[in-house]
């Protein structure tokens, strides 16, 4: 499992814990009051619960102030990643080309007659020729599938890479593989604003093949053919 990661109940919570700064000085009175308990008794002295009731309220609210969004991102990525994440498979197709990639050299090499894509605004065909890479421009691409790349926020503190293969005449999605990218809460985020110590978000792979990637889930779905033209 992740580092900052803490499995309760089947359900993923992601935080380094650096909350418990702000709840230590709390839990310590409360410590402290409870400590004072047995040693009032022993000194024969009144006790007095209200150091004990109000510091063990103080410590509940801050751990509920630090950790609440900490328990909210938990249920959301959880659904989100059985939802989402990883690579799903619906139909794979043959195809001498695709739209949306930016080169040809390492496609031809798999099988691919020639690729697609745009370059600002201009529609770009990239192919072979005489073995070297080269491109022109053209008023329509002739690809069948396109590669989509989406990367968005699908709630404040969970971002999803996804990509996923289409057949452009109807939309049907052929395959799509994703990643979420995951930020801790507010008091983690806090103390690396603060600190400038470097963060690196959780993820979540889901079942497949790891890191969402281009390439592979083209190399999955789409199987080269040759076409006379």
């Known amino acids: 499992m992740d580092a900052g990661v803490f499995e309760i109940f089947g359900t993923r919570y992601y935080t380094h814990g650096f ?23 022993l000194e024969r002295k009144p006790l007095q619960w209200y150091g004990v009731v109000v510091s063990a309220f103080c410590t509940f609210v801050m751990l509920i102030v630090v950790f609440w969004d900490v328990y909210q991102i938990g249920q959301q990525a959880a659904k ?12 794979t197709a043959e195809a001498e080309s695709f739209l949306g990639a ?5 496609w031809a090499e798999y099988g691919f007659e020639f690729t697609e894509g745009e370059s600002d605004k201009d529609k770009i065909r990239y192919f072979m020729e005489n073995g070297k890479p080269t491109y022109k421009k053209v008023d329509e691409f002739l690809s069948e599938y396109e590669l989509l790349i989406t990367r968005k926020k699908l709630t404040p503190k969970i971002k999803i890479h996804q990509y996923q293969i289409i057949e452009r ?3 049907e999605i052929l395959g799509e593989t994703a990643h979420l990218r995951i930020d801790g809460g507010w008091a ?42």
């Open 19 to 41: 909350g418990l700064l702000l709840v230590a000085p709390f839990a310590f009175w409360f410590i402290v009051s409870v400590i004072g308990v047995p040693i009032r008794l």
């Open 80 to 91: 989100l990643c059985n939802e989402k994440a990883g690579l799903h498979v619906y139909r």
């Open 102 to 106: 930016a080169g040809i050299r390492g």
């Open 169 to 171: 005449s109807n939309s």
């Open 188 to 229: 983690d985020m806090a103390f690396y604003g603060l600190t400038g110590f470097t963060y690196t978000p959780w993820k979540c792979k889901g079942d497949g093949m790891g890191d969402a990637s281009p390439i592979d889930i083209v190399k999955v779905v789409l199987k080269p053919i040759h076409k006379q033209r």
